[in-house]
């Protein structure tokens, strides 16, 4: 298939780029942290979505040259970002197929080497949308990246076959709330009720829990009342090219 094909030498054709999407700390707000999103800039189609490619690279085989890629970038580019404040903590999201492949502790390593990026600063983002149930690999790789210092964050959580069990493993550092809460959150008890229990579940077990997808200012009224502490989204802030970040970061925000 064309898309197949193409990826192949799209990371040597510097076809592929970062946006940010800041995460922002709604007691202190602001922005204390950013999620680097992948893009590639096909010759004829365009901008891509990682939805639109990143299952064609897995299946190719081609997610782990992907993914290195943007370990790299990201972390080179989010070395130098102005620090107005504490450093900035950094998303990366990861594919459970390159969980599963057994070569992402060494590629943290190895990026993190070759930036000189702070481990701490990094966070993991493992989808468990798409994962299958963890096999002791897995879980083996999860204990070896927090020995190295990095942090670890389960994304879309409450969505998909996520489940409370994802949380008796491995320890994680960050629950992100997936959006389609974050969708009704304002709107009905039943939603609210989720939530509140992720917030506090959260809490008591000392992971930072970061609401994803708030498009509203009721949506963010909402998290305020139940404590959330982290938010993310197009009200807040859309993915943002690299100067845009910047800017934003120096107007202090
Ligand atoms: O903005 P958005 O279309 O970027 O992202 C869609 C999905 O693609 C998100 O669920 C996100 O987790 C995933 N994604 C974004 N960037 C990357 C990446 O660098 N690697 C992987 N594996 N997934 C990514
Ligand atoms: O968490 P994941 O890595 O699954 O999320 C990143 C995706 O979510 C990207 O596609 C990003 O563009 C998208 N996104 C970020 N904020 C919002 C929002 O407020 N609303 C919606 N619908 N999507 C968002
Ligand atoms: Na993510």
């Given amino acids: 298939e064309r898309l197949r094909a193409d990826l192949v030498g799209a990371r040597a054709r510097g076809e592929f780029t970062l946006v940010w999407q800041p995460v922002v700390d709604l007691e202190e707000q602001r922005v204390t942290g950013v999620e680097a999103l992948v893009r590639w800039q096909h010759p004829v189609f365009g901008e891509l979505e990682p939805d639109e490619f990143i299952p064609i690279a897995e299946r190719a085989g081609l997610v782990g040259d992907l993914q290195r890629w943007v370990l790299a970038e990201a972390m080179t580019a989010a070395a130098a970002l102005p620090e107005h404040g504490a450093p900035l903590q950094l998303g990366v999201n990861v594919s459970p197929v390159h969980v599963a492949s057994g070569t992402l502790v060494g590629d943290v390593a190895q990026a993190l080497q070759a930036t000189g990026f702070p481990a701490q600063r990094l966070v993991v983002e493992l989808t468990g949308t798409t994962s299958p149930a963890p096999v002791p690999a897995v879980a083996a790789d999860h204990a070896a990246l927090r020995l190295m210092g990095v942090h670890l964050a389960l994304d879309d959580f409450g969505a998909g076959p996520s489940s409370l069990s ?78 845009a970040l910047v800017a934003l970061l120096d107007a202090g925000a």
């Fill in 166 to 243: 994802q949380l008796t493993g491995t320890p994680v550092d960050v629950l992100k709330l997936d959006r389609t809460f974050l969708a009704r959150v304002d709107k009905d008890r039943q939603t609210r009720a989720l939530c509140a229990a992720v917030i506090g579940l959260g809490r008591d077990l000392g992971i930072d829990v970061v609401a994803e997808g708030v498009e509203t200012p009721s949506q963010l009224t909402a998290l305020r009342a139940m404590g959330c502490a982290y938010a993310q989204g197009f009200l807040l802030s859309r993915p943002l090219t690299l100067p």
